[in-house]
Structure formats: C-alpha cells, structure tokens
C-alpha cells in the first residue's frame, strides 16, 4: 500500500500567490494532520481534522486553511503565501485521536 | 502549558550505546512517543510508553517515569543507519502531539 502520499514534493511560490499542498491516505484513518517543521524548531500543529467533515485548528493555523470532503485527502491550503511560511510542511495520519501517527514524505516550500 | 525539551546534539561511537533524554511537563498524561527521523525524511514511529518502566523493543528500548515527567530512549549496538534525529512527543488535553524539537544523533566510526 502507498501509505501516505503528499503531493508536490517541492515547490518554490511567489509571495501573495496561493497554493495548495495535496494529501491522501489510503489506511482509512480517522484522524489526518498537517504539520510544518522549521529548523530548531519542533514539527508544529498547522490544523487537524479528527474524522471526515471535522477539522480543527493547531498551534499554527493563521494563513492556512484546510478542509475533509472524504476520509482519504485532507489539502492544506495557503491563501496569499508570506515568506515567513517557507518550510517543509508534513501531513499524517492515525486510527485514533491517540494513536501512532503516519507521515507522508513531506512537501518542502519556498516562498519568495 | 505544555514544554518538551531534549538535548540538541549528541555525539556516539559505533557500536557503543547511547540514551537520550526527554523532559516534558503537561497539564495531564496521555503517553509519550519517541519517533526517529532520517535527514530529509519523515518521522516514523518508534515507541510509546504510558506506563512507567522500561520497554525493550530489538537494540531501542524506551523508559518513562510519570512521577518525575522524564523518558528516555536507549539505543544499543550503535549503527551507522542510526544517525538521525530522536523526537519525542506528548499528547496535550485535546490529544494533539507537542513535539521536542529533536535530538540530532551523530554515530562517529
């Protein structure tokens, strides 16, 4: 099985432009997340979503926004991209709210 | 709040054994996770421990203790393939990780 893929690998966007960075699973796993790692910095919670039709928000969430149509994609959108959001963005699943979580191989961004 | 610290570098030798430490506080206690991430690559999954003591799993074994908000991760039989950062992680009140920032581990021949 394919896991958990992210899709694109990596990117470099123009500031003030939008994007969206895709996510699917295919473990049929209740809980989805996106993270961003950032260098010295522990992965930080950009927003959640605990089953199809629920999301929630992180630590981080302010300039992103996310949606859960269906159990397998969970995209993470950036609006108007700031270079402050230049990171390597991971998305993850689980089976439950406290289970071990999943990590695709990650979407690295550059903003300029 | 929540705060989760590890020492930012370590140094080995190969074949020798290593323990990194992980020190959390948290206004409640859902477990804590130790997950191990190759540069450039994603996190996967080591261990969890919820209770406290030691559990053994191949050359990792992971240790807790709840009453001091301490956990350590023992790597034995050093390898060259285990150089990598060591990341340790505790549910907050909601179930979401708070991740550490990581302890780089260096493996010298």
């Known amino acids: 099985t394919a896991g958990i893929t992210q899709a694109p690998t990596s990117q470099i966007l123009a500031a003030g432009r939008s994007m969206t960075l895709r996510c699917t699973q295919d473990?049929?796993?209740?809980?989805m997340y996106w993270y961003r790692q950032d260098l010295g910095l522990g992965l930080r919670l950009i927003h959640y979503s605990n089953t199809a039709g629920t999301t929630g928000k992180g630590e981080v969430p302010d300039g992103y926004s996310v949606s859960r149509a269906n159990t397998d994609d969970f995209p993470l959108t950036l609006a108007s991209a700031v270079p402050s959001q230049t990171s390597v963005y991971f998305c993850a699943s689980s089976d439950s709210e406290s289970g071990e979580q999943f990590f695709g191989p990650g979407t690295r961004l550059t903003v300029l | 709040g929540q705060n989760i610290d590890q020492p930012t570098e370590m140094t080995a030798t190969e074949g020798a054994i290593v323990q990194i430490n992980c020190t959390y506080q948290t206004s409640g206690f859902n477990g804590l996770f130790w997950y191990q991430q190759h540069a450039g690559e994603a996190p996967t999954f080591l261990s969890y421990n919820v209770l406290d003591g030691l559990e053994e799993k191949g050359r990792f074994s992971s240790f807790l203790s709840r009453s001091k908000g301490y956990s350590y991760l023992l790597l034995k039989e050093l390898q060259m393939k285990d150089s990598a950062s060591y990341l340790c992680?505790?549910?907050?009140?909601?179930?979401?990780?708070?991740w550490g920032a990581g302890t780089k581990l260096i493996i010298k021949p």
């Open positions: 992680a505790v549910p907050d009140s909601n179930y979401q990780l708070i």
């Open positions: 473990m049929r796993h209740n809980a």
